[in-house]
């Protein structure tokens, strides 16, 4: 529940909020600016936008397309206020947010839940920029809408094609770099007015073999990397039929594999000998029809991920092979009784399955949900309002019933104050409860689903006069999960999972940005600020008697800034990431880090194509980090880069 000192704690912050809004100092110089909430367009978001009362961030189209040839892991560990743990480059990348793990983060992928069901853990490594049009977060979660997993964020992926005007156009990137980088991405596409079809091919690859301090081992030598290469290959379809003027058929193909040698710890003496080999196959197809006060949106889609893992040892070779494959059958719908008042339903089948012999058996388990949302506006459009609720099944047994409340309030012309508070859950992984006893774990068939709460309380401005835009918001959040699933060893010494813990997560977050335009220059100012305490307990019960633990990787303090200025035909683009001091074990941490990255980019255009060279240095300052324990990471790196496009 939400506590009494929730909201004391954060009365004063949030006051302090609202003096910062720059509405405050500008209000009487800019009487005719306003702002304006803007709908929410993208594919595959439910119910036609986010939630009432959500914190969303989105990435600067720019960002996103110098980044075309990288992969995901890359944009959000520079861009994104996401706490991200990684072995290196092309290395098994995972995030999290406001102090949960990666478990409760999922990724939404044109409006499927990628969520893997063995491990419920997404490589973002092997998630390539150049495949999506625009990249959103939501802090806080959102498992009414989103079901298991959605506890305390979502990462959304949307591709969607265009059905208006006949065009052909097509563009090809190309990179190289240090350390024996090669990336490239290519994409066709077409549109006839109502038919639209694409195809994107990629590839990325390193050898990643930089050298770098070894602080590790005695004296911190210099040392090379070694056995951390990479090599990634993707491709994806994507089709858009306009069926007459009110329905429309999509279909959507993405495959990718990713192959990652797994070098050694930094205080080895000897390279690595593993390896792991990712294939990813996702196809989806969606289908809408819509009317002037409803609407009906069906999607189905089936997901295969195989895991290989390979260790070339000469005495004892290890091979583990992981498949699971998730069918998902989705229909939501809305009807607008009056502009005031909408329902909106949903109904969701997930049908999950698993091949392994580090099983009990081949594993497979049927879900079943139902969702919806009603949203009221008041005062003429001054006050949204709105609940959200989710009860999912699973085989014959229903886990925890969640249920949230949103609210959007305009005070004036330049600021709007947001609020949501909501339930969440997460149901065991597969591996948690399968895993075939062993001489070193096995798993637990009496595991209970993890819930929580969280809660938000925050402030928006937005201002725009002539040729300058200013917007903030700023939030503070608090989250709770009971019955977290923890490994541990028993009795016997054997790892089992058991719903052990108790996590409480507070802290605010701060983002914004700033637009200029002065006759043929542009300005673009980003800045993302987030402080996360995170604690973890034996129970409930003992918040009190000074037993917690800090929750491991995640920092307490993460901010981010960038700079975008244009003039004519270039763009220099400087940014720069501090990422606190994180604990990896209850007693040691890592230490703070800053990284800052810069590119030049020149625009040029002829009549039938455009040309976009660029450099792009990062770790500009040669800083030497780690991100997860004793992992070497790269020192300063040069990229030389071109994109056509047609």
Not at 519 to 537: C, D, E, G, W
Not at 589 to 615: H, R, V, W
Request: with cysteine; glycine share 6%.
């Amino acid at each position: 529940m939400i506590n009494k000192s929730f909201v004391m704690n954060f009365k004063g912050i949030f006051l302090l909020a609202i003096w910062l809004m720059p509405f405050v100092v500008l209000k009487a110089n800019l009487t005719d600016s306003t702002i304006v909430l803007e709908e929410v367009v993208a594919k595959g978001v439910k119910f036609d936008g986010f939630s009432i009362g959500a914190k969303v961030y989105s990435f600067d189209s720019i960002i996103i397309q110098n980044y075309s040839s990288n992969s995901l892991a890359d944009l959000l560990l520079q861009h994104s206020q996401v706490s991200l743990t990684t072995y290196g480059p092309g290395g098994v990348a995972n995030v999290s947010m406001r102090g949960g793990t990666s478990d409760h983060t999922t990724i939404i992928w044109n409006g499927f839940n990628l969520r893997p069901p063995m491990s419920g853990n997404i490589n973002f490594s092997a998630m390539p920029v150049g495949f999506i049009n625009q990249v959103y977060i939501q802090s806080g979660g959102s498992s009414t809408m989103y079901g298991s997993g959605a506890s305390t964020g979502i990462i959304f992926l949307c591709d969607e094609l265009k059905n208006s005007t006949n065009y052909l156009n097509g563009s090809v990137a190309l990179e190289e770099g240090s350390f024996r980088s090669h990336n490239g991405m290519a994409k066709l596409s077409f549109c006839t007015g109502h038919f639209a079809s694409s195809i994107k091919v990629g590839y990325q690859s390193s050898d990643n073999n930089f050298s770098f301090q070894n602080t590790e081992k005695t004296g911190t030598p210099t040392d090379t990397l070694k056995h951390a290469g990479y090599v990634s290959k993707m491709v994806s379809q994507q089709n858009s039929l306009m069926i007459g003027k009110r329905s429309k058929i999509e279909s959507d193909i993405w495959y990718v594999n990713h192959y990652k040698d797994i070098p050694s710890l930094m205080s080895d003496y000897e390279q690595g000998k593993a390896n792991q080999t990712d294939d990813n196959l996702r196809v989806g197809i969606n289908y809408s029809t819509i009317s002037s006060n409803w609407y009906i949106k069906y999607r189905t889609g089936l997901f295969y991920d195989k895991v290989r893992y390979l260790q070339n040892s000469t005495l004892n070779p290890v091979e583990s092979v992981n498949q699971s494959y998730s069918f998902i059958n989705e229909v939501e719908g809305k009807y607008s009784f009056s502009n005031k008042h909408k329902l909106f339903l949903g109904i969701n089948n997930t049908f999950e399955k698993a091949v392994t012999d580090q099983y009990i058996s081949d594993t497979s388990r049927n879900r079943f949900s139902v969702f919806g949302r009603y949203l009221v506006s008041l005062f003429s459009g001054r006050f949204d309002l709105s609940t959200e609720a989710r009860q999912e099944i699973i085989g014959d047994e229903a886990v925890p019933f969640v249920v949230s409340f949103g609210a959007c309030a305009p005070i004036n012309k330049y600021l709007i104050l947001k609020s949501s508070v909501a339930k969440h859950y997460s149901i065991p992984d597969m591996n948690d409860i399968y895993w075939k006893e062993d001489a070193f774990a096995c798993g637990n068939k009496d595991l209970k689903p993890e819930y929580g709460w969280n809660a938000e309380i925050g402030a928006l401005s937005k201002i725009k006069n002539n040729n300058i835009e200013f917007n903030n918001e700023i939030t503070c959040f608090q989250s709770s999960i009971h019955d977290l699933i923890v490994w541990l060893p028993a009795e016997d010494g054997k790892w089992k999972p058991n719903n052990l813990n108790f996590s409480i997560s507070s802290g605010i977050e701060f983002t914004g940005h700033i637009t200029k335009k002065i006759h043929q220059t542009s300005l673009s100012f980003y800045y993302i600020y987030s402080y996360t305490n995170s604690q973890v307990f034996e129970n409930a019960d003992n918040m009190n008697n000074n037993s917690e633990n800090p929750r491991i990787y995640v920092p307490k303090h993460k901010a981010s800034v960038s700079a975008n200025i244009g003039y004519k035909n270039i763009h220099v683009i400087y940014s720069q990431n501090y990422v606190g001091k994180r604990y990896y074990d209850y007693e040691h941490t890592l230490d703070s880090y800053s990284l800052a990255e810069t590119s030049i980019n020149y625009f040029m255009k002829t009549k039938k194509m455009n040309f976009y060279p660029y450099l792009k240095i990062r770790n500009l300052f040669n800083v030497s980090y780690q991100v997860m324990n004793a992992y070497a990471q790269p020192p300063r790196a040069y990229y030389l880069g071109l994109n056509i496009s047609f």
